[in-house]
């Protein structure tokens, strides 16, 4: 499990729950700080209570920032713009620098790149590099390097490619009509360029692509779907996106949804609030 907290800083409560069961990860959100000074001073409580869990942060540039510039962080601009006026070169430095300031605050794990092809006028917006597949490939890659470089994880999202759909996950199930070829020669590019790249994840998001499983399993609860990622050839850790999301809740129970993410291969499940009966589903965890 990943967890999240709620206010600026962790509870007695959830660094009593961390304590006791050791999650996969934490996640911070602009939520849990007030400058970047209460950021390690909170990272450093929730490692004094689980020192084993990885602390994350979506930290992809431009909008999708949690730490911005106005904190005096090293953000870079929006992805598409990051493709569309630094050189790859260019860009694998700005996200060097960017994933040493994060290092350096305690992060082990930035939840980026974004690899999805998608338009700009695209639920993602900006935070897409392109809608040509190519530029999202080599992107793709210079931005996992520099992240690694920099002393961070990286996690290549959103699988099997949020830019193939029209809706957004946050809110509702994700439908992709896109055809098996066209995953193929459009969507997944990108995520093997990651992954050849040595991304130390990849995470999956709530949409339902019948040309790759037909049963009309969405990819977090589909063993079809987290196969053709294995099938890549990645041997690294793949994580769903958040559960509490419209996207996955209206499909099943938050804890129905996390033992069927699991099953279907993922090796850790994104639960982003503190929600009331979690250490309910993480003894039924254990226990599995």
């Known amino acids: 499990m990943v967890l999240g907290f709620e206010s600026n800083r962790p509870s007695e409560k959830f660094l009593s729950l961390i304590e006791k069961y050791s ?29 084993n869990s990885l602390i994350m942060i979506d930290e992809e540039g431009g909008a999708k920032s949690r730490i911005r510039r106005e904190h005096g962080f090293p953000n870079p601009p929006n992805p598409r713009e990051v493709a569309s006026c630094l050189s790859l070169d260019e860009a694998e430095d700005a996200y060097r620098i960017l994933g040493t300031a994060l290092a350096d605050l305690g992060i082990d794990v930035d939840l980026a790149p974004v690899v999805d092809v998608a338009p700009e006028n695209h639920i993602l917006g900006g935070r897409a590099f392109s809608d040509d597949s190519l530029v999202c490939v080599e992107y793709a890659s210079a931005i996992v390097r520099g992240l690694q470089s920099g002393g961070v994880k990286t996690c290549a999202k959103h699988f099997p490619g949020l830019g193939s759909a029209i809706i957004d996950p946050h809110l509702k199930t994700a439908v992709s009509e896109a055809s098996k070829q066209e995953f193929e020669k459009i969507h997944f590019p990108p995520f093997k360029s990651a992954i050849e790249s040595g991304t130390d994840f990849v995470m999956s998001t709530h949409l339902r692509a019948n040309s790759l499983d037909p049963s009309g399993k969405i990819a977090t609860l589909s063993g079809k779907i987290i196969e053709v990622i294995r099938n890549m050839g990645f041997t690294g850790d793949i994580l769903t996106d958040d559960l509490l999301m419209g996207g996955a809740i209206e499909n099943a129970s938050i804890s129905t949804l996390a033992l069927e993410s699991l099953k279907a291969g993922h090796d850790a499940v994104l639960i982003c609030r503190e929600i009331d009966g979690i250490e309910a589903i993480l003894d039924e965890i254990a226990q599995r």
């Open 23 to 51: 999650p996969f990860g934490v996640i911070l959100f602009e939520r849990n700080f007030t400058d970047v000074a209460s950021i390690s001073e909170n990272i450093r409580s929730l490692k004094s209570a689980s020192s």
